[in-house]
């Protein structure tokens, strides 16, 4: 039987691919003094492909975004899922914010 590649990426990818369980997740895990100002009913997810102007694309494991309940401002939640520690992720996870204002403000 062959090895399936990346199957703790490839499983949370999977649950979290589902707006009900991000949802979940996201009530249980977000403090309830946080969690009073968004909108867990407004669930979208991101296709998450951001290609940098170098054409290197990269792929954020999830991207969910969501709303304020009384501004209508939008929210930006990154799932990155690691299965070993990297001492680079800061400068990973600062490239995908970039990229995803930069994606905003284009499409905005």
């Known amino acids: ?3 399936i590649k990346n ?3 490839k499983f949370c990818k999977h ?3 589902n707006k009900q369980n991000i949802s979940i ?3 249980f895990a977000i403090p309830i003094k946080i969690k009073k100002f968004i909108d867990l009913n407004k669930i979208e997810i991101d296709p998450s492909n951001y290609i940098e102007r170098k054409w290197k694309e990269r792929f ?4 969910v975004k969501t709303k304020t309940k009384t501004n209508n401002i939008d929210i930006y ?4 899922h690691k299965s070993m520690p990297d001492n680079k ?6 490239r995908y914010m970039y990229l995803m204002w930069e994606n905003d403000s284009e499409n905005n």
């Open 77 to 80: 939640i990154l799932f990155e």
């Open 89 to 94: 992720i800061f400068i990973q996870l600062l």
């Open 25 to 27: 997740f996201l009530d």
């Open 1 to 3: 039987m062959s090895k």
């Open 15 to 17: 649950v979290f691919s």
């Open 60 to 63: 954020s494991d999830l991207v």
């Open 7 to 9: 199957i703790h990426d």
